[in-house]
Every structure is written in C-alpha cells, then in structure tokens.
C-alpha cells in the first residue's frame, strides 16, 4: 500500500454531557463571571506561566467548561497569580479568581468535601 503522509485523526469531539462539571459549577457559584468568558485566548498571550509551560488560562476554563477534570489537574497549579490576565481580559473576567477557586475545588475533590 502507498504510504501518502496521511493518517486518521483521533476523534477531538467534545461530550459536554459525559464530563464531570463540579469544578466549573463550584467556582460559578462564588465568581459569576466565569460565564462571560469567550475563549477567545487573550490571557494566555499576556501570561506568565504561558510563557514557559504549556499553561493556558483560556484552555483551563474551556475544559472546566467541558468537564474534563483530568486536564484541569494537568496544568491548573501552574498558574503564579501575577494578575496579568486580568487587565488583558476584554470581558473583564476576574480570572485570578476562577483559578484561584479551581485550585480551591480541586482540593475539595480530594477531601470529598464536592
Ligand atoms: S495570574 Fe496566572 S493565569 Fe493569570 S497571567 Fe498570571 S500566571 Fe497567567
Ligand atoms: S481573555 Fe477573558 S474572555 Fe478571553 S479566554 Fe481569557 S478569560 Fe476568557
């Protein structure tokens, strides 16, 4: 068989249903304004911990979004709380918040205390 260079990609489809949503709907209840998020990757630009690792504010919050508490625990203690995120944010997210509280559920998973 002719070898192209060509592969089947692994399905990237999103379950928003089969995800655990706990996380998202903990730091909701205390920071509202995790709903006006966009994903539209500004705070990443400007981050410190970007720079560097593969951290990304935007991504952190769209998997929290999906449920998807494997990735949240990759990469949400990267974070340096520096607040760069916050003036460049164009929806005015209170992002150091949102990872704060992340942050504060996942050691609340792991107590059982959500
Ligand atoms: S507070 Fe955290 S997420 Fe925001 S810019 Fe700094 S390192 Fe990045
Ligand atoms: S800059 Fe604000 S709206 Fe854009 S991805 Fe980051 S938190 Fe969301």
Redesign the pocket.
């Known amino acids: 068989m002719i070898n192209f260079g060509y592969k089947i990609q692994a399905d990237r489809q999103v379950d928003y249903d089969a995800g655990n949503h706990r996380i998202f709907d903990f730091v909701r209840k205390s920071e509202p304004s995790i709903d006006w998020c966009m994903s539209c990757g500004t705070?990443?630009s400007?981050?410190?911990?970007?720079a560097s690792t593969e951290?990304s504010?935007c991504r952190?919050i769209l998997n929290a979004r999906r449920g998807m508490e494997d990735e949240i625990l990759k990469s949400v203690y990267?974070?340096?709380?520096?607040?760069?995120?916050?003036n460049?944010c164009p929806r005015g997210v209170n992002?150091?918040n949102i990872?704060y509280l992340m942050q504060l559920a996942v050691t609340k998973i792991s107590k059982h205390e959500i």
């Open positions: 705070c990443a400007a981050c410190t911990a970007s951290y504010l952190l990267r974070c340096r709380f520096c607040g760069k995120c916050i460049a992002t150091r990872v």
